[in-house]
């Protein structure tokens, strides 16, 4: 059975500050990893997308990398800004069907 | 392009009763998925179909149920209502191209008292 993780669990830097959020997981035979944003009561945003093939996806001041053989994949987000102020969350795609395994989620707060 | 939409938003029932939610998944795609968001539990995988057959289930009690009818439009129910069953319902919708990217809803909070 698939088993997500995500360190930390929440993270409050100043803003301009880069930082890294982890993800970890424990069966290696992914079909793909989505990282999502959450704003508090909203639904899920897609931010990144690593197919298995893949070793990192960037858009825009965020990068995802994924190495499967260690079962890890980091967000690593530039130059933070108070409107990245929410919890981030890290899902792994199985193969045989549409069904994500989700991380705990790290709330990260960028202080002005 | 209109993305995936559920309702109600927002709903409150009581001990017993039981609900409906609705999902319309992004046009084209075909494969829809629901998710419960707790707390306590984050989120967990609920269901999943695909051209109107359930094609996986998460580890959820036989209260919780859904269908998919012709047009890609989802529905889910959930019987007898318990305090527990309060929590954040969201559904996804998946192209049917090689990537399998998900897009949620904004999902529907159900309270229960």
């Known amino acids: 059975k698939q088993e997500v993780t995500q360190i930390p669990a929440a993270l409050s830097v100043p803003e301009g500050e880069n930082l890294v959020l982890n993800c970890s997981f424990t069966d290696s035979a992914i079909y793909n990893l989505q990282w999502f944003r959450q704003d508090p009561g909203k639904g899920l945003t897609s931010l990144l997308l690593?197919?298995?093939?893949?070793r990192e996806q960037t858009s825009g001041r965020l990068n995802a990398s994924l190495d499967k053989s260690s079962g890890r994949s980091t967000l690593y987000i530039a130059a933070s800004q108070p409107g990245d102020s929410a919890t981030y969350l890290c899902?792994?795609?199985?193969?045989?069907?549409?069904?994500?395994?989700f991380g705990g989620g790290t709330r990260l707060m960028v202080k002005p | 392009k209109a993305g995936v939409t559920q309702t109600p938003r927002y709903l409150i029932k009581t001990r017993g009763q039981q609900v409906t939610l609705s999902c319309s998944p992004i046009s084209g795609h075909r494969s829809v998925s629901w998710y419960q968001q707790t707390p306590g539990q984050g989120l967990q995988f609920l269901f999943e179909?695909?051209?109107?057959?359930?094609?996986n289930k998460g580890n959820f009690p036989g209260r919780f149920s859904g269908r998919q009818f012709s047009n890609s439009r989802s529905e889910m129910n959930v019987s007898t209502l318990e305090l527990g069953d309060s929590a954040l319902y969201l559904c996804?919708?998946?192209?049917?191209?090689?990537?399998?990217?998900?897009?949620f809803g904004e999902g529907s909070r159900l309270t229960v008292l």
């Open positions: 899902a792994v795609h199985d193969w045989g069907g549409n069904m994500l395994t």
């Open positions: 690593i197919q298995s093939s893949q």
């Open positions: 996804a919708s998946t192209s049917t191209g090689d990537i399998g990217e998900l897009f």
């Open positions: 179909y695909f051209s109107e057959t359930q094609r």
